[in-house]
């Protein structure tokens, strides 16, 4: 299993760490993810861009009432893609994977 | 990209933290209107009782039903991923066996003064909120501990005033958790 470079970055990691607890149609609001993470807003909605490009998260944004809202997803594709990377994290410990 | 097997434990440790972050989130978040609506519940049954004692014969039966069924929306609603994988039914199955323990608590330890049932449930409620502390985060653990405090410190120094105090202390006091939880889920 080979490694994914763009979701192995730390910030990204966590992001779809983070996406990946959700059930699979579930969003995270921008705001929370980035507690969550602890990311500042430029950097979070920097890593978001990339993983959006990759086609790994869907970025939606909307109006709530009046207020703007900023909510994230993971595509089946960044589901995917993230759990790959897992496995290959694992086989790395079980002596399996690159070193 | 070459990683050593310190750097892969690294990254699964974060991976970790942040999976165990993110369900306390979402757990706390939904929990929040759960304690809502039954602070309310508790506050009103409570007041009611202050007011017109014998009404807890009918009242509380009516705020057990109509509170459970409530419940069981919510949870289904803040956390889609039970639906349809039995969750709903584990969470009614675990309300039918609170409510059948307490119940035969209540029938051996016959009878029980007014004011021993009022003091019992709550207490019952907190300790599984305890347990749930235990398993899920802090906050129930700690909303479990000071709420049996509050209201064994009610049942011993209340006097005649004890429904009042579990109105405001234990049913506003679940209210407030609430809004804790809503605050730290955000």
Known sequence: MPANEIIHQSMRLKIMAALNVLAPDAHLEFTRLKELIGATDGNLGAHLDTLEKAGYVVIEKLFVGKRPQTRVKATRAGRRAFADHVTYLREILDGGGDA | MALDPKEAAASLDDIAAIERRTRQALHYSGASDIFFLWGALTFAGHLLNWFVPRSGFWVWPAIDIGGFIITVAIMLWRFPHMRGRGGGLRWISSYLAFLVFGGLVMVELAP???????????????????????????????????????VLAGYYLAGDLFALWLAFVFGGGLIAGGFWLRRSAA
């Open chain 2, 112 to 150: 029980l003064t007014i004011r021993q049932q009022q003091v019992f449930w709550p207490t019952l409620v907190m300790f599984a909120y305890v347990l749930a502390g235990i398993w899920i985060g802090r906050f129930f653990l700690v909303i479990g501990v000071t709420a049996t405090i509050l």
